[in-house]
């Protein structure tokens, strides 16, 4: 019923930026929280961000003060700025929300397929 389809990954020098995005399409849904997660090769999937819907920001130590997150609800999209990027930053990123359509009370998760974010060294 909820799509989520991030974009923006590519291939960055070690030190650059990029900007990742993440839109959920479908129909009488709210967005309550919103976060990213990503995953390394071997690696199980970790968390890296998490905004909810009044604006808080948590981060994992890892990427704090390097990586903002955030969204705009109006448009239903959300963002992971990513800067001083390193090596071990690579990994499939995921956006995740937790979502409420018309008709439930509860929220459910929903993920996006991932776009792939490579940082050379």
């Known amino acids: 019923q909820v799509e989520l389809v991030e974009s923006g990954g590519g291939l960055v020098q070690a030190g650059g930026s990029l900007r990742l995005s993440c839109v959920a399409s479908?129909?009488?849904?709210?967005?309550?929280?919103m976060a990213w997660y990503r995953q390394a090769p071997g690696n199980q999937r970790e968390w890296v961000a998490t905004i909810r819907s009044s604006g808080s920001t948590y981060y994992a130590d890892s990427v704090k003060g390097r990586f903002t997150i955030s969204r705009d609800n109006a448009k239903n999209m959300g963002y992971l700025q990513m800067s001083s990027l390193k090596p071990e930053d690579t990994g499939v990123y995921y956006c995740?929300?937790?979502?409420?359509?018309?008709?439930?009370?509860?929220?459910?998760?929903?993920w996006g397929q991932g776009t792939q974010v490579t940082v050379s060294s």
């Open positions: 479908g129909r009488s849904f709210s967005i309550n929280a």
């Open positions: 995740n929300c937790n979502v409420r359509t018309l008709g439930t009370v509860t929220g459910r998760e929903y």
